[in-house]
């Protein structure tokens, strides 16, 4: 048999390989803004909320489904006032039909307090993270008595977590969550595995394998590179039949030496190569499907 045929033979009628299966379309998120960039070293950062709302647009047009949202005060400082989180949930609904993920990460100085009021602002998802990490030269706080009150909320909100993941310890976490608290509202798990932190796991495709492989069985998940490391992660996600976040909160530099200009370049690139992949981007009423997020009516 030549190796031509042998391949023929094997794709034909071959049982599924073993894993967890490949999505036939890819979920992109887009993550615009965070709370650690400065407007003034990085002036293309949607910071108010005209210029979230002109982001949502692009983005939406060039193929995001979910938008994860941080919000900045008057003076583009990261905020969680709950006032300007309820505007900037409304006008969001108003332009797009994205699927509304606020943060509940906030910025590393927000209180507990603070974050667990996030889901005062109803939106129809919110971001969970699932431990303790250090972040650079600061830690990003989640501790267990906060992890478990926050996830019963979400519950009795209506609002449909996506379980963030910086490293594996989180992934353990995650399955002592669940098996206390059974299912988040909507009935799926969805994760997101953020890599390379200062502090987390790192952004390599060994990194991705080994997360993969530990998250709970039916989960689905994407995954984003912070910095230099979004690229190996997009393209090992892809492969490995994730899906993508992509963003200006993770990513400033579009290529060595060229800042991104826009959030919408990196969601272009992203739906580009999920193109390639034969996993074209997810509309967001397929993305609600695959969440477990109601439909606006
Ligand atoms: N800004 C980080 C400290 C989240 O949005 O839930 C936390 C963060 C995670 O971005
Ligand atoms: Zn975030």
Redesign the pocket.
């Known amino acids: 048999m030549t190796s031509n045929s042998s391949v023929a033979a094997r794709s034909a009628g071959a049982p599924e390989p073993p894993g967890r299966p490949v999505a036939a379309a890819t979920l992109i998120t887009v993550?615009p803004t965070?709370?650690?960039s400065d407007k003034a070293a990085v002036p293309a950062l949607p910071v108010t909320l005209d210029e979230l709302v002109a982001t949502a647009v692009e983005c939406r047009a060039a193929g995001a489904a979910v938008i994860?949202v941080?919000i900045r005060d008057g003076d583009a400082r990261?905020t969680l006032d709950l006032g300007r989180l309820k505007d900037t949930v409304r006008a969001l609904r108003e332009s797009t039909d994205l699927i509304v993920q606020l943060?509940?990460?906030?910025?590393?100085t927000?209180s507990f307090e603070d974050r667990l009021a996030v889901l005062d602002a109803a939106p129809d998802a919110?971001?969970?993270?699932c431990g303790t990490v250090n972040?650079g030269d600061?830690v990003?706080a989640n501790p267990w008595p906060f992890i478990r009150e926050l996830y019963a909320r979400t519950k009795s909100a209506g609002v449909v977590p996506e379980f963030?993941l910086f490293d594996l310890g989180q992934v353990a976490t995650l399955h002592r969550l669940l098996s206390e608290q059974g299912l988040p509202h909507g009935g799926h798990v969805h994760c997101d595995l953020?890599m390379g932190v200062p502090g987390g796991m790192p952004g390599t495709v060994a990194a991705l394998t080994a997360a993969v492989a530990a998250l709970p069985a039916g989960a689905t998940w994407s995954a984003t590179g912070i910095g230099r490391t979004a690229l190996p992660v997009m393209l090992g996600a892809l492969g490995a039949g994730g899906h993508l976040r992509v963003g200006m909160?993770d990513t400033t530099s579009f290529a060595r030496g060229r800042p991104v200009t826009g959030n919408a370049e990196l969601v272009e690139r992203a739906a580009a190569l999920a193109g390639l992949a034969q996993r074209p981007p997810m509309l967001p009423d397929q993305a609600r499907a695959l969440l477990g997020v109601s439909s606006r009516s």
Do not use: I, M, N
């Open positions: 993550a965070g709370a650690e994860h941080h990261p943060s509940t990460g906030g910025a590393v927000d919110c971001s969970l993270t972040f600061d990003f963030e953020v909160e």
